[in-house]
């Protein structure tokens, strides 16, 4: 039986909400203040933790910072209840780290719907991590002080643990580099160097990959200004975008207050979205989309087909670029069907005057079918593994051919 922790001071309030959750038949545990909270969560492991954000002595946020502390707890979903709805309360509990946020008074739906949506994203994080660690027994620990360092680090804003390495992309027929996807890595000061697949997962799932995604776009709108006045005008950097990114109300003024500060040109990010993305809530997606693209930005959509919708969706999606899974060049040599779903991807995109990049090519082979479909780019490991900034610059600046 799922297990729910209710920390709420007013007492009216606090048994109004575990009658509901008692009825819905969740197993409840109460604490009428934030210390009785932190030792039922420490003691009791609940599932999932509804806090009150205005208490005496130890309010929401402390609660929240408290448990962060802990590998045992920092990783149990939590809901702030609160009267409070200004955006800057909202804004500082998700950037501790809370799952979602109630305005009271809040219906008896809203409060389900909240709780059941955090119970489902704890259990398909907890399958993806399973199923991507090979000690599937010790994932969960690992999850905890992963995310409880990650907390600590935005927090203190350690934002020099973060680094950013470019993997080159580059034109096909000439091989030179015309772009560069830009990739986030963390060298952390407690646990050393965390892998893009640890650390986008738990950041998306923590809402962190907010503050995260915000200093990105911040480090390579800087960097690309600093290469495009070395000499290379028309080179272009591509950012990774969550659908938790593309939702937020203000992302769009914040992307162009990046791009301002640093005289750049919309032009000189393409910012690449999954099909996944676009599959979690498409009206959305599309519409922050055309406005992105009203901008002047460029759009890519990333990991193209291995998803359900975009291809329905093509025509209707405001894109400059489709990247093909790398699913469909390896060993494009040796299967007809990759060959022909990429054939056909290509002449496709071309039909559509979009650009397409073939992602992961990794042998020669690859790379001379690939051209030979007259795909404009390419990107993969056969041309360059991702590199820091002092690596990547020596390419660029020189003007190296990769494919030489």
Same mark, same amino acid.
């Given at each position: 039986?799922?297990?729910?922790?209710?920390?709420?001071?007013?007492?009216?309030?606090?048994?109004?909400?575990?009658?509901?959750?008692?009825?819905?038949?969740?197993?409840?545990?109460?604490?009428?203040?934030?210390?009785?909270?932190?030792?039922?969560?420490?003691?009791?492991?609940?599932?999932?933790?509804?806090?009150?954000?205005?208490?005496?002595?130890?309010?929401?946020?402390?609660?929240?910072?408290?448990?962060?502390?802990?590998?045992?707890?920092?990783?149990?979903?939590?809901?702030?209840?609160?009267?409070?709805?200004?955006?800057?309360?909202?804004?500082?509990?998700?950037?501790?780290?809370?799952?979602?946020?109630?305005?009271?008074?809040?219906?008896?739906?809203?409060?389900?719907?909240?709780?059941?949506?955090?119970?489902?994203?704890?259990?398909?994080?907890?399958?993806?991590?399973?199923?991507?660690?090979?000690?599937?027994?010790?994932?969960?620990?690992?999850?905890?002080?992963?995310?409880?360092?990650?907390?600590?680090?935005?927090?203190?804003?350690?934002?020099?643990?973060?680094?950013?390495?470019?993997?080159?992309?580059?034109?096909?027929?000439?091989?030179?580099?015309?772009?560069?996807?830009?990739?986030?890595?963390?060298?952390?000061?407690?646990?050393? %160097? !965390? /892998?893009? =697949? #640890?650390?986008?997962?738990?950041?998306? +799932?923590?809402? *962190?990959? &907010?503050?995260? $995604?915000?200093?990105?776009?911040?480090?390579?709108?800087?960097?690309?200004?600093?290469?495009?006045?070395?000499?290379?005008?028309?080179?272009?950097?591509?950012?990774?975008?969550?659908?938790?990114?593309?939702?937020?109300?203000?992302?769009?003024?914040?992307? %162009? !207050? /990046?791009? =301002? #500060?640093?005289?750049?040109?919309?032009? +000189?990010?393409? *910012?690449? &979205?999954?099909? $996944?993305?676009?599959?979690?809530?498409?009206?959305?997606?599309?519409?922050?989309?055309?406005?992105?693209?009203?901008?002047?930005?460029?759009?890519?959509?990333?990991?193209?087909?291995?998803?359900?919708?975009?291809?329905?969706?093509?025509?209707?999606?405001?894109?400059?670029?489709?990247?093909?899974?790398?699913?469909?060049?390896?060993?494009?040599?040796?299967?007809?069907?990759?060959?022909?779903?990429?054939?056909?991807?290509?002449?496709?995109?071309?039909?559509?005057?979009?650009?397409?990049?073939?992602?992961?090519?990794?042998?020669?082979?690859?790379?001379?079918?690939?051209?030979?479909?007259?795909?404009?780019?390419?990107?993969?490991?056969?041309?360059?593994?991702?590199?820091?900034?002092?690596?990547?610059?020596?390419?660029?600046?020189?003007?190296?051919?990769?494919?030489?």
């Amino acid at each position: 039986m799922t297990k729910i922790l209710v920390i709420e001071d007013e007492e009216s309030v606090r048994e109004n909400i575990l009658d509901l959750l008692e009825a819905e038949n969740f197993e409840t545990l109460a604490a009428a203040n934030g210390k009785i909270g932190l030792d039922l969560a420490v003691s009791e492991a609940p599932d999932l933790i509804l806090c009150d954000l205005m208490m005496p002595n130890i309010d929401g946020y402390e609660v929240l910072k408290k448990l962060n502390l802990q590998a045992s707890t920092a990783t149990i979903p939590f809901i702030f209840l609160t009267a409070r709805n200004a955006k800057a309360d909202v804004r500082q509990g998700m950037d501790l780290g809370a799952d979602d946020y109630l305005t009271k008074p809040f219906t008896r739906s809203e409060l389900l719907n909240a709780i059941m949506s955090r119970l489902e994203k704890q259990t398909d994080d907890i399958k993806y991590l399973s199923k991507n660690n090979q000690n599937s027994a010790r994932f969960l620990p690992e999850l905890q002080i992963l995310k409880s360092s990650l907390l600590r680090t935005l927090a203190k804003r350690k934002l020099r643990e973060f680094q950013v390495h470019y993997q080159p992309i580059v034109d096909t027929t000439s091989g030179s580099i015309v772009a560069a996807e830009s990739l986030v890595r963390w060298q952390s000061s407690e646990l050393g %160097l !965390i /892998s893009p =697949a #640890e650390l986008i997962p738990l950041a998306e +799932s923590t809402g *962190l990959i &907010i503050p995260i $995604g915000e200093w990105l776009i911040e480090n390579v709108c800087n960097q690309t200004k600093i290469w495009q006045d070395a000499g290379c005008k028309d080179f272009y950097a591509t950012i990774n975008i969550s659908i938790n990114q593309l939702v937020e109300q203000d992302f769009v003024s914040k992307l %162009l !207050i /990046s791009l =301002a #500060e640093n005289n750049l040109h919309p032009s +000189s990010l393409e *910012l690449e &979205i999954t099909e $996944g993305v676009i599959e979690h809530d498409m009206n959305t997606a599309i519409n922050r989309m055309q406005e992105l693209q009203s901008h002047g930005l460029k759009l890519s959509i990333d990991d193209f087909g291995t998803g359900n919708s975009s291809l329905i969706y093509l025509k209707q999606l405001p894109i400059n670029t489709l990247k093909i899974d790398h699913y469909f060049v390896h060993n494009i040599d040796k299967d007809r069907q990759k060959l022909a779903i990429t054939k056909g991807i290509i002449e496709m995109a071309h039909n559509l005057d979009l650009q397409v990049v073939a992602e992961g090519v990794e042998t020669r082979t690859e790379f001379n079918i690939i051209k030979a479909l007259k795909c404009d780019k390419t990107q993969g490991y056969l041309l360059s593994h991702p590199l820091p900034v002092a690596e990547f610059e020596e390419l660029l600046l020189t003007n190296q051919c990769l494919l030489a």
